[in-house]
C-alpha cells in the first residue's frame, strides 16, 4: 500500500492543477446540487420492530384522515392569582386568543378549552391545542408569527400565556464558539509549524472536504432522507478529521524535506507513510459510523452514514489535493530560519521524548494513576438515565418549558407524557365492549390518574384511549405502567380477542431505550472485532490491538461520566450554558462509542505507527517507544487539542443533542489522547518490552502485509529507481493499481 500511495502523492504533486481543479469542480458540482435541492426533511425518528412504533403505524393505517405527521402547538392560559380561567373577562380574553389561532396561517383545527374539557379541576389554567398541516421544519415565519401575536394578545389582557409544541422549534443554531474553535485550531497549527503557509493548508483542505461534504449530504437531502441535523454531526467529524490527516502528512512532508530530498520525492514519502496511517485510522472510524446500521434505528444509521461519506471525502483530500497544494507551496511549509538554513540541529531532547523516557522509567505508578483517574471519572455512569428531550428538558426561560410547567401544575406531572393505548378490535366480536373492558382494567392499575373513553376510527374496527399516568414522563412509577399494560396484553386478547399496544412519546423513549441496551453489546462486539483485526494487520501484533482497545474502553467510560455528571447532575454546567440538566439523550451514549473509538483508533495509528517503525529497524522496545514520542508526540498533541477545539465549538449549539455531543466528544478526545494515548500507551508497552510485538507464525503469515511503517517503500525506492521513472510510467502504473 504505501507503495501505491507514494505514486498517488508524487502523481498529484506534478499535476497539481489538475488535481486542485478536480476538487474546486466536485465542489461547485455538490454546491449547485444544494442549492436546487429541497428543503432537509425533518427528522423522521421511527424505531423498527417497537411496539411503540408498531401502534404508531397501526394508527396511521386505520386512521387516514388524521395529521400525525404535522406540527402541533399547545397554548397554555393561567388565570391571575386568586381568579378562575372560566370567569368571564379571562374567558372572554381566551376566546379571543383561539379565534387569532383559527385565523392563523398552516393551521387544520384548534380546539376551544372550553368544549374540549381542556380547563383544570382548580379552574385556573386552560389549554388549547392547535395541529397544523406542515412539519415542524417547514413551518413558516408567518405561522410564528401569529402564534407569538396570539399569546400576546392574551398577556394584555391580563394572562399568563405560554406555548409549547413542535410548532415552535427552530433550526439548532452552533452560535460564535464554532468559529472560535476553528480560530484555536489555527493558533495550535501556527504554533506546531512556525510557518503561515504549513498551518493554512489543513485549515483549507478540511473546509473544501467539509464543504463537499455537507454540500452533497444537502443536494441528497431529499432522496435520503437526510436531516438537518445530520449535516451538523457530519460537519463536526469531518472538520476535526481533516484538519488531523492534513497535519500529519504536512508534518511528514515537512520532515522528508528537511531530510534533503526534493519536493516531489517528499511529497510522495509523505503520503506512502504518513497517508497509510491517515487511511487505516480512516478505516476505523468508516467501521464506527456504519456500524451504527447495527441499533436498527434509521435516523442514527443515516447520520452515522452521513458522517462516515463526510470522513471518506477527508481521507481522499489528504492522499490527492494535499500534495497538490504542496506542490504549490514549495519550500514554504518550511519555517524560514530552516529556508534560509540558519536552524541548529540539536541533540537537546523535545518535551515528548523526556514525558516518554519518564513513563517508561516509572510505568507502573502512570499506569495505576491513569487507570485510577479514568475509573473515579467514569462513576457517575453508573447512575445515567437516558431519555427523548421534550419541552421538559428545555430552559426555564423558554416559552416551551413554562407551558410545561404550568400542565404539570394544573394538570398533574403524568399530563406532559400521556401514553396512546391502542385498541385493534378486528377480529373482535364485540368491538366497543372490549374497548370498554381495556378502558375499566388500565383505570384500575397502579399509577393511572385518568383513562378517556375510546375514540374509534370510520371502519370502527380500532380504538384509542389516552391514559394519563400520576407520575411524570421520565419517572421509574410510568415506565412501570408501560410494562404493566403491555403484560396484560394476553390476557385482553384471550377475553375480548382485541390486540392492545402502547405507544405515545412516553412509551417510545422507553422502547428506544431498551433497543439501545439490547444493541449496545453486539455493536460494540462488531465494531471492536473489526478494528481488532484492521489493527493486527497494521501492527502485527496481538497485545497491540487488545490494549487499544481496552484503553479505549476506559476513555470512553469516563467520558460518558463526565457528560451525565455536567448534563444530568449539573456539575459546572454554567461554565458551558447548560441552563436545564435531564436524562441524557437516548442515542447519545452509542453514538459517542461509535465516534470516539474511530477517532482513539487514530491516535493509536498515528502515535504507534512510529513505535513499530523504529522497532522494525532494530531499536529496543522501550527506546522505540521514546523514539516514536520523539517524532509523533508533538503532531498527535497538536491534533488532539484542533480536535478538541473543533467539537468544543459545538457546545454553543442551541440543540441540546449536539451540544451534548461537542462536550462529550472534547472531553473524550482529551481523556484519550493525554490519557490513554500519552500515558497508559507507553506504560504498557515498557512493560510488555518485546511481547507486545509478538505474533505467532502461522497469523504472521495469514494477515496481508499493508506495509503502514513504508519500510517495502523504502527498499523500492533504494534497489528499483524505475519508481522515479516519468510521470507518464507513473499514470500508466496507477491506471491498473487497484487499493
Known amino acids: 500500500m504505501a507503495t501505491f500511495l507514494y505514486k498517488i502523492g508524487r502523481l498529484s504533486f506534478r499535476k497539481r492543477r489538475y488535481v486542485v481543479l478536480l476538487w474546486v469542480a466536485l465542489l461547485a458540482l455538490a454546491g449547485v446540487g444544494a442549492a436546487t435541492a429541497r428543503s432537509a426533511p425533518a427528522d423522521n425518528f421511527t424505531v423498527p420492530g417497537t411496539e411503540a412504533q408498531q401502534a404508531f403505524d397501526l394508527l396511521h393505517q386505520r386512521f387516514p384522515g388524521t395529521n400525525a405527521d404535522g406540527a402541533s402547538a399547545r397554548m397554555v392560559f393561567q388565570a391571575p392569582n386568586g381568579q378562575k380561567i372560566t370567569?368571564?373577562?379571562?374567558?372572554?380574553?381566551?376566546?379571543?386568543?383561539?379565534?387569532?389561532?383559527?385565523?392563523?396561517?398552516?393551521?387544520?383545527?384548534?380546539?376551544?378549552?372550553?368544549?374540549?374539557?381542556?380547563?383544570?379541576?382548580?379552574?385556573?389554567?386552560?389549554?388549547?391545542?392547535?395541529?397544523?398541516?406542515?412539519k415542524s421544519t417547514e413551518i413558516t415565519d408567518a405561522t410564528h408569527t401569529a402564534i407569538k401575536?396570539?399569546?400576546?394578545?392574551g398577556r394584555d389582557a391580563g394572562l399568563t400565556v405560554e406555548t409549547g409544541g413542535t410548532a415552535l422549534q427552530a433550526s439548532p443554531e452552533t452560535g460564535n464558539s464554532e468559529v472560535i474553535g476553528i480560530g484555536i485550531a489555527a493558533v495550535v497549527l501556527l504554533i506546531t509549524f512556525s510557518s503561515l503557509?504549513?498551518?493554512?493548508?489543513?485549515?483549507?483542505?478540511?473546509?473544501?472536504?467539509?464543504?463537499?461534504?455537507?454540500?452533497?449530504?444537502?443536494?441528497?437531502?431529499?432522496?435520503?432522507?437526510?436531516?438537518?441535523?445530520?449535516s451538523t454531526l457530519a460537519s463536526m467529524i469531518g472538520l476535526a478529521v481533516g484538519i488531523d490527516y492534513a497535519l500529519f502528512i504536512v508534518s511528514r512532508h515537512r520532515h522528508e524535506l528537511m531530510e534533503g530530498r526534493d519536493g516531489e520525492d517528499a511529497a510522495g514519502r509523505a503520503v506512502g507513510t504518513a497517508g497509510s496511517a491517515v487511511v487505516f485510522a480512516g478505516l476505523t472510524v468508516l467501521i464506527a459510523l456504519a456500524g451504527l446500521a447495527v441499533v436498527n434505528i434509521p435516523m442514527l444509521t443515516k447520520m452515522g452514514l452521513a458522517a462516515a461519506g463526510t470522513v471518506a471525502i477527508a481521507v481522499l483530500i489528504a492522499l490527492t489535493l494535499i500534495p497538490a497544494l504542496l506542490g504549490f507551496a514549495g519550500p514554504k511549509v518550511l519555517t524560514r530560519k530552516v529556508r534560509k538554513g540558519r536552524a541548529k540541529a540539536t541533540d537537546k531532547?523535545?518535551?515528548?521524548?523526556?514525558?516518554?523516557?519518564?513513563?517508561?522509567?516509572?510505568?507502573?505508578?502512570?499506569?495505576?494513576?491513569?487507570?485510577?483517574?479514568?475509573?473515579?471519572?467514569?462513576?457517575p455512569m453508573s447512575r445515567m438515565e437516558l431519555g427523548l428531550p421534550d419541552d421538559g428538558s428545555q430552559p426555564v426561560s423558554t416559552t416551551q418549558r413554562k407551558a410545561y410547567d404550568m400542565l404539570s401544575d394544573g394538570f398533574g406531572p403524568g399530563f406532559n407524557g400521556p401514553l396512546t393505548v391502542v385498541v385493534d378490535a378486528a377480529h373482535s366480536k364485540q368491538p366497543e365492549s372490549a374497548a370498554q373492558q381495556v378502558k375499566h382494567t388500565i383505570a384500575g392499575f397502579r399509577d393511572v390518574k385518568t383513562v378517556?373513553?375510546?375514540?374509534?376510527?370510520?371502519?370502527?374496527?380500532?380504538?384509542?384511549?389516552?391514559?394519563?399516568?400520576?407520575?411524570?414522563?421520565?419517572?421509574?412509577?410510568?415506565?412501570?405502567?408501560?410494562?404493566t399494560i403491555r403484560g396484560h396484553a394476553g390476557d385482553f386478547s384471550d377475553s375480548t380477542g382485541a390486540k392492545v399496544l402502547v405507544t405515545g412519546t412516553t412509551a417510545m423513549n422507553i422502547d428506544v431505550s431498551q433497543r439501545l441496551n439490547d444493541a449496545l453489546l453486539p455493536y460494540l462486539a462488531l465494531v471492536v472485532g473489526l478494528a481488532f483485526l484492521l489493527l493486527m494487520v497494521v501492527f502485527r501484533s496481538v497485545l497491540v490491538p487488545l490494549k487499544a482497545a481496552l484503553g479505549f474502553l476506559l476513555s470512553v467510560l469516563a467520558a460518558l461520566g463526565a457528560v451525565v455528571a455536567v448534563f444530568q447532575w449539573g456539575w459546572l454546567s454554567g461554565l458551558i450554558g447548560v441552563q436545564q440538566t435531564g436524562p441524557i439523550m437516548s442515542m447519545m451514549p452509542i453514538f459517542m462509542v461509535g465516534v470516539v473509538f474511530g477517532l482513539a483508533m487514530d491516535y493509536e495509528v498515528f502515535l504507534v505507527t512510529r513505535m513499530r517503525e523504529a522497532f522494525v529497524h532494530g531499536e529496543s522496545p522501550r527506546q522505540a517507544v521514546v523514539t516514536g514520542f520523539n517524532h509523533g508526540a508533538r503532531v498527535v498533541s497538536a491534533a488532539a487539542v484542533i480536535m478538541i477545539s473543533v467539537f468544543a465549538g459545538f457546545i454553543g449549539s442551541s440543540e441540546s443533542m449536539i451540544k451534548m455531543m461537542g462536550f462529550g466528544l472534547a472531553i473524550a478526545v482529551a481523556f484519550d489522547a493525554f490519557v490513554v494515548r500519552m500515558t497508559i500507551v507507553p506504560a504498557v508497552l515498557a512493560l510488555l518490552g518485546r511481547a507486545a510485538w509478538w505474533l505467532p507464525g502461522w497469523l504472521d503469515r495469514a494477515l496481508p502485509n499493508v506495509d503502514v511503517e513504508g519500510e517495502q517503500l523504502r527498499k523500492n525506492l533504494a534497489e528499483r529507481p524505475r519508481l522515479l521513472a516519468s510521470s507518464e510510467e507513473d499514470e500508466a502504473d496507477l491506471e491498473g493499481a487497484r487499493i
Open 87 to 134: 370567569a368571564g373577562p379571562n374567558k372572554a380574553a381566551v376566546e379571543k386568543v383561539v379565534t387569532d389561532l383559527r385565523d392563523s396561517p398552516q393551521k387544520v383545527t384548534v380546539a376551544d378549552p372550553y368544549t374540549a374539557g381542556a380547563v383544570s379541576k382548580d379552574g385556573t389554567t386552560a389549554y388549547a391545542s392547535v395541529s397544523y398541516t406542515a
Open 349 to 379: 531532547p523535545n518535551m515528548g521524548t523526556r514525558w516518554a523516557r519518564l513513563v517508561v522509567r516509572r510505568r507502573v505508578p502512570f499506569l495505576v494513576a491513569a487507570v485510577v483517574a479514568l475509573g473515579l471519572a467514569a462513576i
Open 197 to 230: 503557509v504549513a498551518a493554512g493548508l489543513p485549515l483549507l483542505t478540511a473546509i473544501m472536504g467539509v464543504g463537499v461534504g455537507i454540500a452533497s449530504i444537502t443536494a441528497l437531502a431529499t432522496t435520503l432522507g437526510l436531516s438537518s441535523t445530520s
Open 452 to 483: 378517556t373513553g375510546p375514540a374509534f376510527n370510520t371502519a370502527h374496527d380500532t380504538a384509542t384511549l389516552t391514559v394519563v399516568p400520576a407520575s411524570k414522563p421520565s419517572s421509574t412509577q410510568t415506565e412501570d405502567l408501560v410494562h
Open 149 to 153: 401575536n396570539a399569546a400576546q394578545d
